[in-house]
């Protein structure tokens, strides 16, 4: 019997309950703290990576995933020559990690493997709450021609805004996009902002205080679902307690059917730095 298959990259920020409740492949990008090289969510936790950021006289690097990596998690999975990939990625604005995937699709099509690459346009748990609808759905026993489609549905239906505690970490990363007209803000001032169609990081507003910055994202949500049913994901960097107190700030006004908790990670979490809250909505 032909299986398919979903595999993602570590920037997706998914729990690892999740990854292994739903048979959900990671491929980890690689960040690089001084002399060493770890494997996002493998080798270094979260908070491991925000320890060590404390300490570091220069800003950590990240890199993606080669090619190779991604062919040999395809040859790895696809077993059956009828088993097929959905292999579901970050944002080609802010990584190569899809000019990867697409590549490796190549080196494998030779072998008679059949590997379908989304770039999500997305970063964090935004794409996570993408691949977990992907795997639910394979489970649900769905064609690969459905699974295809539903990315495409669930990649358009999906929202995300965000709140750094500090625009230093995305414009030292050179992932600060069209976010740079926010510099020379003001004390106190929480920039909110979002990515964009292509996928580039993209300024909202700029609020004046966390409570009130919070309750402009809530307001945001309210205009980009209404009454819809949803599925809710929350990550952040070292920022648990804010970060349920704003989930449950959205529960009371959305109407939520799902909701998941998760950390950003180390390549993440070097581009926008600790204190970030990251807030997803999938319509169903």
Avoid: C, W
Wanted: proline residues 4%; glycine residues 6%; aromatic residues 6%.
């Amino acid at each position: 019997m032909a299986k398919v298959f979903v595999v993602t990259d570590s920037t997706a920020d998914i729990p690892k309950e999740l990854q292994l409740n739903l048979g959900i492949t990671v491929v980890p990008l690689k960040v690089h703290i001084q002399d060493e090289t770890y494997l996002d969510g493998e080798t270094i936790t979260p908070l491991e990576f925000y320890q060590k950021l404390e300490k570091v006289d220069h800003l950590p690097t990240t890199s993606q995933p080669s090619p190779l990596d991604f062919v040999q998690t395809y040859k790895k999975l696809a077993i059956d020559k009828d088993d097929k990939i959905i292999s579901i990625h970050l944002s080609s604005a802010l990584s190569g990690t899809v000019q990867s995937a697409l590549l490796a699709k190549e080196m494998v099509k030779e072998e008679g493997i059949e590997v379908s690459v989304f770039d999500t346009k997305k970063a964090s748990y935004s794409i996570g709450i993408i691949v977990v609808g992907i795997a639910e759905a394979i489970k649900q026993g769905k064609t690969f021609d459905e699974l295809i489609s539903i990315t495409n549905d669930l990649i358009n239906k999906t929202q995300v805004y965000f709140m750094v505690d500090t625009l230093t970490y995305l414009q030292k990363g050179g992932r600060i996009g069209k976010a740079a007209s926010l510099f020379g803000s003001l004390l106190n001032i929480k920039p909110i902002l979002t990515l964009n169609e292509n996928g580039e990081v993209y300024p909202v507003d700029k609020i004046r205080g966390t409570n009130k910055a919070l309750q402009k994202v809530i307001q945001l949500f309210e205009q980009f679902a209404g009454d819809t049913p949803v599925r809710l994901g929350i990550s952040h960097a070292v920022n648990e307690s804010q970060s349920l107190k704003l989930a449950e700030m959205l529960k009371e006004k959305l109407n939520v059917k799902d909701f998941v908790l998760t950390e950003i990670g180390p390549v993440i979490g070097t581009h926008v730095g600790p204190g970030t809250i990251a807030v997803m909505v999938t319509k169903e």
